[in-house]
């Protein structure tokens, strides 16, 4: 079966500060990776999608992808109080059906 | 542009009603929609999973006679909640992709089963 882990938290972070989000995944065969951003009472946004392995820059987010370690990471520089939320970690395979993570809630406090 | 809307936005039924709610994508052609529920603090749940002009394919445990979703065509799905109960009070939500591996959420469904 096919798992997307993520640590729940809540992360805790100053605004300004880099804020870490991981994601490792059990399909070795995976080859879409994407970070989705969802607000309390709302639906998940699209905010990044990585293909290969590296890093990817969008404005004060970055994705980094490690298929040997089966590993993918958000990071988002100078955080924002309007950054909380929780950020989805979500993987497809040979199929377009993603498996979504729990999401890990973060909190940037003034 | 990937533009998803998702109508009613909030819905109030009574027990052993149906209610529908309308999935479209407004600026692309959506090859594959999706369904999911999610429960409040929970994660996404995966329903089911629509092609344009066939049958949904439904996630284990997912009630395809209970919950119905129709695929008209490019732009629209539906999800028809039949025989309602509360327990299926719940925050919907359908997502598109074109071609890609992108999928593009809608705003979600609020619906409340009394």
């Known amino acids: 079966q096919k798992e997307v882990e993520q640590n729940s938290g809540p992360l805790s972070v100053p605004e300004g500060a880099i804020a870490s989000l991981n994601c490792t995944y059990s399909?070795?065969?995976?080859?879409?990776f994407f970070w989705y951003r969802q607000y309390s009472g709302k639906s998940p946004e699209l905010i990044m999608s990585i293909y290969s392995n590296g890093d990817k820059e969008d404005g004060r987010f970055t994705a980094q992808l490690n298929k040997a370690s089966q590993y993918v990471s958000l990071l988002i520089r100078d955080s924002q109080p309007s950054d909380s939320a929780t950020y989805l970690c979500a993987v497809t395979g040979g199929s377009y059906i993603p498996t979504f993570g729990r999401g890990t809630s973060l909190i940037v406090h003034p | 542009g990937a533009v998803v809307s998702q109508h009613p936005s909030w819905v109030i039924c009574k027990s052993g009603t149906s209610v529908k709610i309308e999935c479209r994508s407004l600026?692309?052609?959506?090859?594959?929609m999706f369904w999911y529920r999610q429960f409040p603090k929970q994660s996404l749940m995966l329903m089911a999973t629509?092609?344009?002009?066939?049958?949904?394919?439904?996630e284990q445990g997912v009630e395809k006679d209970k919950f119905l979703i129709n695929h008209a065509s490019l732009t629209l799905s539906t999800l028809t909640v039949t025989s309602a109960h509360p327990e299926d009070s719940s925050f919907y939500i359908c997502?598109?992709?074109?071609?890609?591996?992108?999928?593009?959420f809608g705003p979600g469904t609020r619906l409340t089963v009394t």
């Open positions: 629509s092609n344009e002009g066939s049958k949904a394919t439904y």
């Open positions: 399909d070795r065969g995976s080859q879409s």
């Open positions: 600026d692309f052609q959506a090859t594959t």
């Open positions: 997502s598109a992709r074109e071609s890609g591996y992108e999928q593009y």
